[in-house]
């Protein structure tokens, strides 16, 4: 069975290349282009790793991995904090994230990166 990977980021061109290289590594993969989507799926199927940009139209990512983090429900799923901004490697951890990887980012090292955490 293949293990599914939750993206939450608002790039659409991010998206896909993210979403892309992932199926092609046999990846089950669900998108999502801010929080409200990305709750929506959750109530639907819990992802075994979930990839989550900072900065959402409609949210934080690193107060949505928080609360992701303090949820019996979803505590032990593997976030990967995405972003471009230097300071928010400080702020995953804060933020309870279980790994972080600056934009941009070279796409065999976010394949590791998953592959690490669904091990």
């Known amino acids: 069975m293949s293990k599914l990977i939750q993206i939450i980021e608002d790039d659409e061109a991010i998206r896909d290349v ?9 990846y089950d993969v669900h998108v999502a282009a801010n929080a409200k989507e990305f709750k929506i799926n959750l109530l639907n199927l819990l992802p075994d790793l979930i990839l989550m940009d900072v900065r959402l139209p409609d949210g934080n990512g690193l107060q949505l991995c928080r609360k992701l983090k303090q949820s019996i429900e979803t505590r032990d799923i593997p976030v990967i904090i995405m972003s471009a901004h230097a300071t928010a490697r400080e702020s995953s951890i804060e933020a309870l994230a279980d790994d972080f990887i600056a934009k941009p980012f070279d796409l065999n090292d976010l394949l590791k990166l998953c592959e690490k955490h669904l091990a």
């Open 18 to 26: 993210i979403e892309y290289i992932l199926q092609q590594s046999d």
